[in-house]
């Protein structure tokens, strides 16, 4: 029940400042395409970028480069293992 | 989302293993808050690779399994009334109440619908205009701000017939309760990625002060949560006790504000009944008075019952971490997914479920 699902940004409906308005995104992962609210998410996408999603809102947007530098980042902490202890 | 592979691919997390080892120096034991977390880790087979001293106990961080025996007999109760339909997460279909459960309620007639989004009931709501639509508010952070949404939305359309149940219930409260039993030792919390997406990483902050708790928030792939432990016995390790944030792809220190903003506007603090842990002051959310009329309890006047926890089960040890499932007389025998005896059997996030699961060779 929990569980939050990242998915694409397709098109973006609706007006941030106005929440009479109707704050609806369309999304896609795998070839699924379906409408989410987009009432309160943290930042207001854009059409590219990724939203987590819970019961039908979104709750957190992200560009591509963040999901980018996330994976560096533990590369990174991977990468300050001693040799030997990798064998 | 493609990134997801590049979180699993073995070149990035054998080595996190190792990593792991090298970071316990010393005994330590973790606590996951969040069902989703307890999943993840049976899923992706965490438990087999964790290094000697590192123990790792589940928490009270599954909505369904928290939620009291009085709430759902009360939930039963009012699927029964005439011109009521209720609306639900799944999840919550096959919990047992005293005497019966809302699955069979609705076998004997009850109008119950599952949905996904709180604003599917409103939907039915429009539907239904002869008949009250109630949605059970179940759950954390994650969404209540929904619920907020979807009662605002109702507000703004005057909608008379949908109202929420609101059992929701608020984060860092229960911990606070469970910190302060002297039984439960605790090193670390691996805290909960999506509920601190929206209250912030700082949230954790009292809590790691107050009780030298070291706190590492924690997303859900394997990467994430082998880097959210090395941080966490890096803390121990050196004493350098502080919330860090090992999911920043989706967490900030300040949280969702906008979604705070919508909760602020339609709930305030309400004390809160939880399976296994009693009444605790503040940990839940009503509706405020200007919105009572979306407040089923008010509505519908409701008084909750006294109700009894299934007899024998020991869901409220196993979400205290007291006790892990193996513990429990009926677990596997009498209390199976098809025949549950407790929530944390029933739920999808529940300690026991995952247990059943994915829990044979540990
Ligand atoms: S195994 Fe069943 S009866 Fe035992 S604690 Fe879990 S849910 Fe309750």
């Not at chain 2, 549950?340 to 540990?362: L, N, Q, W």
Request: charged share 20%; proline share 7%.
């Amino acid at each position: 029940m929990c569980l939050a699902i990242p998915m694409r940004v397709t098109r973006v409906q609706g007006d941030p400042d106005d929440f009479t308005s109707n704050q609806v995104a369309t999304v896609d992962t795998d070839g699924i395409s379906k409408e989410v609210r987009l009432d309160i998410v943290d930042q207001w996408p854009s059409v590219g970028d990724y939203v987590i999603i819970h019961a039908g809102f979104a709750i957190h947007s992200l560009v591509e480069e963040e999901a980018l530098k996330n994976i560096a980042l533990l590369r990174e902490l991977s990468e300050n293992t001693p040799e030997e202890l990798l064998s | 989302m493609k990134h997801l592979d590049e979180y699993r691919a073995a070149d990035l997390t054998k080595p996190l293993v190792e990593e792991l080892k090298n970071a316990v120096s010393k005994p330590l034991r973790v606590m996951e808050v969040c069902g989703s977390h307890t999943m993840a880790i049976f899923r992706n087979g965490l438990r087999s690779v964790l290094p000697d001293g590192m123990e790792l106990v589940s928490g009270p961080g599954c909505p369904v399994c928290v939620t009291s025996a009085s709430h759902m007999d009360a939930f039963i109760a009012m699927a029964d009334r005439p011109g009521v339909r209720v609306t639900i997460f799944g999840d919550l279909f096959r919990v047992p109440g005293t005497s019966a459960s809302l699955a069979q309620a609705s076998s004997r007639g009850a109008k119950i619908d599952i949905v996904y989004s709180p604003m599917d009931a409103l939907d039915l709501a429009m539907r239904y205009p002869g008949e009250l639509v109630v949605f059970l508010g179940v759950g954390f952070e994650t969404t209540t701000p929904g619920i907020a949404a979807t009662i605002l939305a109702a507000y703004n359309r005057a909608i008379k017939n949908f109202v929420v149940f609101s059992t929701q219930k608020t984060m860092p409260a229960p911990m606070e309760a469970l910190l302060s039993d002297p039984n439960l030792q605790i090193d670390g919390l691996l805290c909960p990625g999506h509920v601190s997406s929206i209250i912030g990483a700082g949230a954790w902050s009292p809590m790691a002060a107050k009780y030298h708790l070291a706190c590492v928030v924690a997303g859900f792939e394997t990467a994430d949560l082998l880097k959210s432990l090395i941080l966490l016995a890096r803390q121990i390790g050196q004493n350098d006790i502080k919330v860090e944030n090992a999911y920043p792809r989706a967490v900030s220190w300040e949280g969702n504000l906008r979604a705070r903003k919508m909760v602020e506007e339609i709930f305030e603090p309400a004390d809160m009944d939880w399976r296994g842990l009693g009444r605790i002051p503040a940990s839940g959310l009503k509706i405020r008075p200007k919105y009572a009329t979306f407040d089923a309890e008010v509505r519908l006047d409701i008084t909750l019952p006294q109700a009894e926890e299934p007899k024998g089960c020991m869901c409220g040890y196993i979400l205290k971490g007291m006790n892990n499932p193996r513990e429990c007389p009926l677990f596997d025998t009498r209390c199976t997914p098809a025949n549950p005896v407790g929530p944390c059997m029933v739920s999808s996030e529940g300690t026991c479920a995952a247990y059943h699961k994915y829990g044979r060779d540990i």
